[in-house]
């Protein structure tokens, strides 16, 4: 029996304005073919995969591949964007009584514990989904690319609580979204480097909390 983890149905799902029933059709294609893709990576390896496997793995034609992804590693790129996502909906959604360091920390416990809305079994397919971007330069770019619009979603995020010294998406808000970022994104990747459960004190969740400690350098501690 494999014991490679299946992906999940709906990972790191995370709320967003409604969609029209074309949007989110192509939404929910978008994630099938993604998950289809990460499926045949773990099981066939990158480079074993073609993009016609993925397609034919989907259940769609070669060209309806091609016309929501240009490479077979973008498309993988729903299930990274997904999670990065929902850690961003979480800050934006978190009570507005907390300072900015509580509201990251809010967020994280939301979003990197197991069970908080992710299962343990999720969690196991995250690392191994972390685990091909670490192996491939390709796979890699798109796990930035993911991380990076999650890291200006998140500035735009703080600059609505009113965390800046002034209006708008200000250097301060730029460079404390990308510190907050980091820390989240490192926290996963290590623990992902690791055969630790997703839970205790080598989880990503511990992992991410004691990085985040040093955003309160920034002195934001009466911030909203």
């Known amino acids: 029996m494999s014991t490679t983890p299946s992906p999940p149905d709906q990972p790191f799902s995370a709320s967003a304005p409604p969609l029209s029933l074309t949007e989110r059709r192509k939404a929910e294609t978008r994630m099938e073919i993604a998950r289809a893709a990460a499926a045949l990576f773990v099981r066939r390896g990158l480079r074993a995969t073609r993009a016609e496997d993925i397609a034919q793995a989907a259940g769609i034609a070669p060209r309806t591949f091609y016309r929501y992804f240009a490479t077979k590693e973008e498309a993988v790129a729903p299930l990274y964007a997904a999670g990065a996502q929902r850690w961003t ?96 994104r490192v926290a996963v990747e290590a623990w992902a480097g690791t055969a630790a459960p997703p839970t205790g004190p080598d989880g990503p969740a511990a992992l991410a909390l004691r990085n985040l400690e040093a955003l309160r350098d920034f002195g934001w501690g009466s911030r909203r």
């Open 89 to 184: 909906e979480a800050v934006r959604t978190a009570p507005g009584r907390l300072t900015v360091p509580e509201a990251l920390h809010h967020a994280v416990h939301q979003t990197l514990t197991p069970g908080a809305g992710v299962s343990a079994m999720s969690w196991e397919w995250v690392r191994t989904l972390i685990r091909l971007a670490d192996a491939s330069p390709a796979l890699r770019k798109v796990w930035a690319e993911v991380c990076q619009t999650s890291e200006v979603a998140l500035a735009e995020i703080l600059a609505a609580r009113g965390a800046g010294a002034g209006p708008g998406i200000t250097p301060d808000l730029r460079f404390a979204a990308a510190v907050a970022g980091a820390a989240v």
